[in-house]
Nanobody, 119 residues
Framework: QVQLVESGGGLVQAGGSLRLSCAAS????????MAWFRQAPGKERDFVAS????????SYADSVKVRFTISRDNAKNTVYLQMNSLKSEDTAVYYC????????????WGQGTQVTVSS
């Protein structure tokens, strides 16, 4: 059974930083693409960032480029999202996602962690 468990969310002031972590189990993590999505109240879930299984290719939503960094530690089966210069519009529930193939949709999802940025 695949489990993705996010942590690191919380309340932070605008301009501050947070680092989210996602611990994965039950999948071949080192061969799985991973990503972060977020969903703000009343809005659809949006893509934030992704990282290929090899770690060499990353992708970001335009709204978070430069401010956010996705990384992974295959030895720890963990993916991270470093968020800097946070804005109130970054407030959302952040979800970790994984997929077995770079040619498929994201198959696995965590339960989410709340990030609230106060202005």
């Amino acid at each position: 059974q695949v489990q993705l468990v996010e942590s690191g969310g919380g309340l932070v002031q605008a301009g501050g930083s947070l680092r989210l972590s996602c611990a994965a189990s039950g999948l071949t993590f080192s061969r799985s693409d991973m990503a972060w999505f977020r969903q703000a109240p009343g809005k659809e879930r949006d893509f934030v960032a992704s990282i290929r299984w090899s770690g060499g290719i990353t992708s970001y939503a335009d709204s978070v480029k430069v401010r956010f960094t996705i990384s992974r530690d295959n030895a720890k089966n963990t993916v991270y999202l470093q968020m800097n210069s946070l804005k109130s519009e970054d407030t959302a529930v952040y979800y970790c996602a994984g997929r077995k193939s770079s040619f498929s949709s994201y198959d696995y999802w965590g339960q989410g962690t709340q990030v609230t940025v106060s202005s």
